[in-house]
């Protein structure tokens, strides 16, 4: 399952913290038209550089599902930004 | 094995080791696969393989307001993709990153990197735990890196 929500997570300074749960989803919806446009031009890429296209759309799509769970949290004393994927 | 024997048995008809020393060595390599088996066993029955790397970094800088703490989860399935997109590399390309890692002075061939040897390595992962501390009048940082 690709990731479906990002929850991002931001701290001030005034330890005030902003949750915002962006939906994933509805940037792959409008990703998609994109890289149906772009797919002939990814394709000749992928042979000028001697790339099987198949096998780097196969590596490209285990990359965005592998993306689940990852969480990035960096945190200070006068600020944090926090960023999970689910 | 049989390779390992065969180079035993050279070495001792060079005149390298002796007859006792080649009556040990092939008696430890013959001990050493049961030896690993039997203490595998338990162990693959009651270790689960780590699904995380998380890296850990505690930065105390002088001058600064206050410590930076950084905390990354990473899945492990992200990583076999990302050995997986390493395979990707053009060969040329591959073989610039490779020159421009010996120029550090690193001793590693990106080229040898499989998704086959990442299974293994994430095998051994499970053990493994990384601590890092360094301490001095300008900055104390603390970097841990493990499986969970």
């Known amino acids: 399952m690709i990731p479906l929500v990002a929850v991002v997570s931001l701290r001030g300074r005034e330890s005030r913290t902003l949750r915002v749960w962006v939906p994933l989803i509805l940037l792959w919806l409008l990703l998609v038209p994109f890289a149906v446009l772009l797919s002939p031009l990814i394709f000749i890429v992928c042979l000028v550089c001697r790339v099987n296209p198949f096998h780097a759309f196969s590596v490209g799509w285990q990359i965005l599902r592998a993306l689940n769970d990852t969480q990035v949290a960096v945190e200070h004393r006068s600020a944090g930004v926090s960023i999970c994927v689910f | ?148």
């Open chain 2, 1 to 148: 094995m049989n390779e390992h024997r065969l180079q035993i048995l050279q070495m001792l008809s060079e005149g390298k080791i002796s007859p006792d020393e080649a009556e040990r060595l092939i008696s430890a390599m013959e001990e050493r696969p049961s030896a690993g088996s039997s203490q595998k066993a338990p162990e693959s029955g009651t270790k689960a393989r780590p699904k995380y790397l998380r890296v850990q970094v505690d930065s105390e800088e002088a001058g600064h307001e206050g410590p930076t703490k950084v905390n990354v989860r990473v899945p492990m399935q992200l990583l076999r993709a990302g050995v997986k997109l390493a395979g990707l590399i053009p060969p040329q390309a591959l073989h610039r990153a490779n020159q421009a890692i010996h120029e550090q002075g690193i001793p590693f061939d990106l080229s040898q990197i499989k998704p086959e040897n990442l299974e293994e390595l994430i095998d051994q992962l499970s053990d493994l735990s990384v601590d890092v501390d360094q301490k001095d009048h300008e900055a104390n940082v603390k970097v841990r890196v493990f499986c969970e």
